[in-house]
């Protein structure tokens, strides 16, 4: 991910709010920042999608990834990914998702959580096919309403 790519990922990460979490300019350029993947699949015309993780041992404020902080030394956290309509169905999740894996592989673990309250059928589908195992189900806000469930994928040195 490049800076000329920020304002897409802007655009696809409000598209997807509803099961990501609001981020604007600056919030974008400090996760990118700690990120050990920002990551983008593009064609010709433009951003088909976006991943953002990071490493463990970072300042990153996430109450998710302090969790994954608690129980494991080292893990990649992925914090989120975004997929245009334009590109559903065509392979760019998976794409993505290679490649964070990749990244992850020096970590020994993928990290993520993925709604279970409303529930993302297809993200639960899509990690259970991965392989990602479900370790606990969280309160995903204040009022208990929303629930997550936390996922981790063991990635051992290839």
Same mark, same amino acid.
């Given at each position: 991910? *490049? ?30 920042g700690?990120a050990s ?11 088909? $999608? ?33 997929? $245009?309509?334009r590109?559903?169905? %065509?392979?760019? $999740? ?14 020994? %673990? ?10 993302? *059928? ?14 606990? *189900? ?8 929303k ?12």
């Amino acid at each position: 991910m *490049e800076p000329r790519d920020h304002d897409a990922v802007l655009e696809l990460n409000e598209t997807n709010v509803a099961v990501l979490s609001p981020m604007d300019a600056e919030r974008l350029a400090w996760i990118a920042g700690l990120a050990s993947a920002a990551l983008v699949a593009e064609d010709d015309e433009g951003v088909l $999608g976006f991943c953002l993780a990071v490493p463990a041992g970072t300042a990153y404020d996430s109450a998710f990834y302090a969790w994954f902080g608690g129980r494991f030394a080292d893990f990649l956290y992925l914090d989120r990914v975004a997929v $245009g309509d334009r590109a559903r169905r %065509r392979g760019v $999740g998976t794409l993505l998702y290679d490649a964070a894996e990749a990244a992850a592989r020096p970590h020994g %673990r993928m990290t993520c959580e993925v709604n279970v309250r409303p529930a993302n *059928e297809a993200s639960l589908g899509f990690h259970r096919a991965r392989g990602y195992a479900a370790l606990e *189900e969280r309160p995903a806000d204040a009022s208990g309403d929303k629930r997550v469930v936390m996922l981790a994928k063991e990635l051992p040195a290839a």
